[in-house]
């Protein structure tokens, strides 16, 4: 199993230009989340989606859109890029659903650095 | 005020040494809480969930205060290979949704 895989590794982006993150999971999961991380802010949510079908905004929505294409893959688009996105973006996935019982591991991928300039 | 607070550290420690951190959080109605560890420039991992009663996993303690709604984790026997930055996280979620919120960590350097 790959777990969660992100592509592209990292990318530079001039203001005002577009880009989709992609996301995809192998474990079958129902659950997965769209964060970045910035320095002295630790992680934060942008969008998430609880299962296939459904998403919601996280705690930073604003400049980003999402879509859940399947159960295995949430991409990520940004679609006028601006020098505040600067940031490294995580994808993650978790089992979620309904089985009465709500806390489970999150499984992160590997990242995407991006830089807009 | 931040949802979840952490000493940024850095902590520097030799091996062998015991450290320990804690957490603090806001929101009361948080349900359950997590240590997760995260290498430079690399993804983070789960460490360890953090129960009520308070759970132990080798040479790693959890506790959770509710009451002062704190948390800690301590390690014992510091290794070289411990040094990285520890998250402490919070869900906040829904009966079928994870809502992670995640503190700004606490860097561990541990030397020979």
């Known amino acids: 199993n790959a777990g969660v895989t992100q592509t592209p590794k990292f990318q530079v982006l001039k203001t005002g230009q577009s880009m989709t993150l992609q996301c995809a999971q192998d474990?079958?999961?129902?659950?997965m989340y769209w964060y970045r991380q910035d320095p002295g802010m630790g992680l934060r949510l942008i969008y998430y989606s609880a299962s296939e079908g459904t998403t919601d905004k996280g705690e930073v929505p604003n400049g980003y859109n999402v879509s859940r294409l399947n159960k295995r893959e949430f991409s990520l688009r940004l679609e006028s890029a601006a020098p505040s996105q600067t940031s490294v973006y995580f994808c993650?996935?978790?089992?979620?659903?309904?089985?009465?019982?709500?806390?489970?591991?999150?499984?992160f991928g590997p990242g995407t650095r991006l830089t807009v300039t | 005020r931040k949802e979840v607070e952490q000493d940024p550290g850095p902590f520097n420690v030799p091996e062998g040494a015991t450290v320990a951190f804690n957490c603090t959080y806001s929101?009361?109605?948080?349900?359950?809480f997590f240590w997760y560890r995260q290498d430079c420039r690399k993804e983070p991992k789960l460490l360890m969930s953090?129960?009520?009663s308070g759970n132990e996993d080798g040479r790693f303690t959890a506790q959770l205060n509710r009451a002062s709604q704190y948390i800690s984790l301590l390690i014992r026997d510091s290794k070289l290979s411990d040094s990285a930055t520890y998250l402490c996280v919070v869900n906040v979620g829904t009966y079928n949704t994870d809502k992670l919120i995640f503190g700004t960590g606490t860097r561990l350097q541990v030397f020979p």
């Open positions: 993650a996935s978790s089992e979620g659903g309904s089985r009465g019982r709500f806390s489970y591991e999150q499984y």
């Open positions: 929101n009361s109605a948080s349900q359950s």
């Open positions: 953090v129960y009520s």
């Open positions: 474990m079958n999961h129902n659950s």
